[in-house]
Nanobody
């Protein structure tokens, strides 16, 4: 049984930093690309960042470039999202995702595995 468990969310002030973690189990982590998506109230789930199996590339949505960093530690089967200079617009539930390939244009409906999500709230 595949499980993706996110942690690290919380309530912070604008300008603060936060690091999200996603621990994967039940799959061969090194054969999956990993990604982060987010969903704000009343909005669709949107792509945030992704890192392929090799970890040699990284993809980001424009609004987080220069502020967020995705990374993975294969020995821990864990993917991270370091978020700096947080803004009120970053408030959302953040979801971890796993699939063979994840790109900014990947159809969310085709993502193979999802975590349960972790809430990030940024007060202005």
């Amino acid at each position: 049984q595949v499980q993706l468990v996110e942690s690290g969310g919380g309530l912070v002030q604008a300008g603060d930093s936060l690091t999200l973690s996603c621990a994967a189990s039940g799959l061969t982590f090194t054969t999956y690309a990993m990604g982060w998506f987010r969903q704000a109230p009343g909005k669709e789930r949107e792509f945030v960042a992704a890192i392929p199996r090799s970890g040699e590339s990284r993809y980001y949505t424009d609004s987080v470039k220069g502020r967020f960093t995705i990374s993975r530690v294969n020995s821990r089967s864990t993917v991270y999202l370091q978020m700096n200079s947080l803004k009120a617009d970053d408030t959302a539930v953040y979801y971890c995702a796993a699939d063979r390939h994840i790109y900014p244009a990947t159809n969310r409906a085709t993502i193979q595995y999802w975590g349960q999500g972790t809430q990030v709230t940024v007060s202005s």
